[in-house]
């Protein structure tokens, strides 16, 4: 997706940078991973099981913002690529095309994780903004939840056995969560 991140600090509000004289760097890194969070689950909620994500802190215009999404299944990023070229992400269209790219580690400039690219900003390879280390934890942990969940529903035995067992559990599991709301119902909380 072309030029769709727009970094506060590669923003042209004023030539100076004093636009970002309000703003610390943790606020910055706090606003980039929102974006990436709102990104990320959006499109693996619709589209299907992400593999990776990468968003390019480059200062050339071929690669300033640009989010590049690889997905497990081809058919899910064919229908990603698609389905995002008639939206709008924050008050402007999306331009998604598909990329031949298939080892994202080979498109990243290594030079930059060392912190020592010589090109800066103009590179043409990807310096990939980083997210945090607590928030690479969260992203995993949301997805591997989500699609064990689901490929253990798959993979069950269509057995009388499984099935009485599946459905004794589900009916144990939604009495605990009606006594855990009917206990925070007393309590007044929600």
């Known amino acids: 997706m072309q030029n769709m991140y727009v970094s506060q600090q590669n923003s042209a509000k004023s030539a100076d940078g004093s636009h970002l004289a309000n703003m610390s760097d943790h606020e910055i890194q706090e606003q980039f991973e929102y974006f990436f969070e709102d990104v990320f689950f959006e499109c693996e909620e619709k589209y299907g099981e992400i593999e990776e994500m990468c968003v390019c802190d480059n200062q050339c215009d071929h690669l300033r913002g640009n989010v590049y999404i690889k997905f497990r299944r081809e058919e899910d990023a064919v229908k990603a690529a698609e389905d995002l070229n008639n939206r709008w992400y924050m008050f402007r269209p999306i331009y998604c095309d598909l990329c031949p790219v298939a080892d994202f580690r080979e498109a990243s400039c290594r030079q930059f994780e060392m912190g020592q690219c010589g090109k800066g900003g103009f590179?043409?390879?990807?310096?990939?903004?980083p997210i945090s280390h607590h928030?690479?934890?969260?992203?995993?942990?949301?997805?591997?939840?989500?699609?064990?969940?689901?490929?253990?529903?798959?993979?069950?035995?269509?057995?009388?056995?499984?099935?009485?067992?599946?459905d004794s559990k589900h009916r144990r599991r939604s009495r605990s969560r009606s006594r855990d709301r009917d206990r925070r119902d007393r309590r007044g909380r929600y």
Not at 123 to 129: A, I, L, Q, R
Not at 141 to 150: G, L, N, P
Not at 156 to 164: A, F, Q, T
């Open 123 to 129: 590179c043409n390879f990807w310096h990939v903004k």
């Open 135 to 166: 928030f690479k934890n969260v992203l995993a942990r949301s997805s591997r939840s989500r699609y064990k969940h689901r490929s253990r529903s798959r993979s069950r035995s269509r057995d009388k056995h499984s099935e009485k067992h599946a």
